[in-house]
Nanobody, 116 residues
Framework: QVQLVESGGGLVQPGGSLRLSCAAS????????MGWYRQALGKQRELVAR???????AYVDSVKGRFTISRDNAANTVYLQMNSLTPEDTAEYYC??????????WGQGTQVTVSS
């Protein structure tokens, strides 16, 4: 059973930064892709950023230029560096991993609140 454990969420002022971490219980090379999703109150969960096995990355338009997804293969960890945060970034953030067999794995979520 794969476990994904997120950390790094919290309360930050507008314009601030946070770095989310997602530690996997096995080698992240075992996944086709890993990504971060978020779900704000009353809204659908959306893909924020994704990094594929080969290293290609993709972002939702609203975070391009502000967020960066990266990985540390040795630590089996994926990160989401979030800069220039706005209240619209407030949401529960979830780590996701997709296996080569298309099985999806989810973390428990970490809350990010951007407020003054």
């Amino acid at each position: 059973q794969v476990q994904l454990v997120e950390s790094g969420g919290g309360l930050v002022q507008p314009g601030g930064s946070l770095r989310l971490s997602c530690a996997a219980s096995r080698s992240i090379f075992g996944f086709l892709s890993m990504g971060w999703y978020r779900q704000a109150l009353g809204k659908q969960r959306e893909l924020v950023a994704r990094i594929k096995y080969g290293g290609n990355t993709a972002y939702v338009d609203s975070v391009k230029g502000r967020f960066t997804i990266s990985r540390d293969n040795a630590a089996n960890t994926v990160y989401l560096q979030m800069n220039s945060l706005t209240p619209e970034d407030t949401a529960e953030y979830y780590c996701n991993a997709q296996g080569f067999d298309s099985v999806q794995y989810w973390g428990q979520g970490t809350q990010v609140t951007v407020s003054s």
